[in-house]
């Protein structure tokens, strides 16, 4: 069975400190992932999807990049964050676009 | 861009109740999610309705998609305190199926026991 591992859970950051934040798949091959971001109470912006090794799209500018270095590897980076980053990062993966997603679950971030 | 629009924003009901949430969206579609998120984790899918169905069931679920209309609900009958939740819908932002999910605002729905 397919799994999806994000870490860490929670994580305090100060301003302009770097970011990293890790998400890997098992069980499946060539999955399409995802980075959301969701502030609270509201609902998931989309930030970096990716459909294959080293093909990562971009749907809003910021302060933050994704990479994939391994078909099941998604990170998300920063080198200076800010403190409109801090929020609730959730990964996910689907097998081809527009099927049901798999979501990990989350990673709390708060800059101070 | 948000595509799909959850109403109503939050909604407060007594255990045993039928809970009725609506989503609208912009654009068409070939197909329409709706998720789940129990606070502070990750979603979880619950049902997937295509453009050509017109309802779907899946145990206590009902879901039902309007084209025409834009619009999408989904009925959780004989509700239960564990269905508190927030719950969302989410579309492809146009047709092609060629383009990634976004998700509206969600419905956070309460159940009183």
């Known amino acids: 069975s397919q799994t999806i591992h994000q870490w860490p859970a929670t994580l305090v950051q100060p301003v302009g400190s770097p970011l990293s934040l890790e998400c890997t798949v098992e069980?499946?091959?060539?999955?399409?992932l995802y980075w959301y971001r969701q502030a609270a109470g509201r609902g998931l912006q989309l930030l970096f999807y990716?459909?294959?090794?080293?093909?990562i799209s971009s749907e809003v500018p910021q302060n933050l990049s994704a990479s994939r270095p391994q078909d099941r590897q998604f990170i998300l980076s920063s080198k200076k964050l800010l403190l409109s980053d801090s929020g609730f990062y959730l990964c996910?993966?689907?097998?081809?676009?527009?099927?049901?997603?798999?979501f990990g679950q989350g990673t709390r971030l708060t800059v101070v | 861009s948000q595509q799909g629009e959850e109403d109503p924003q939050a909604l407060s009901i007594q255990e045993g109740e039928n809970a009725t949430m609506n989503c609208s969206y912009k654009?068409?579609?070939?197909?329409l999610q709706w998720y789940r998120q129990n606070s502070g984790r990750g979603l979880v899918h619950l049902i997937l309705i295509r453009s050509n169905e017109r309802e779907k069931h899946s145990g206590r679920l009902r879901v039902t998609l309007d084209t025409s209309k834009k619009s999408s609900s989904l009925l959780i009958t004989a509700s239960r305190a564990a269905d508190t939740a927030s719950y969302f819908c989410?579309?492809?932002?146009?047709?092609?199926?060629?383009?990634?999910?976004?998700f509206g605002k969600g419905t956070r729905l309460s159940v009183i026991a």
């Open positions: 996910a993966w689907e097998r081809t676009l527009n099927t049901e997603a798999f």
């Open positions: 654009t068409s579609i070939n197909n």
């Open positions: 069980g499946t091959s060539n999955p399409n």
């Open positions: 990716s459909v294959g090794i080293g093909q």
């Open positions: 989410a579309t492809p932002s146009d047709k092609s199926g060629n383009t990634p999910l976004v």
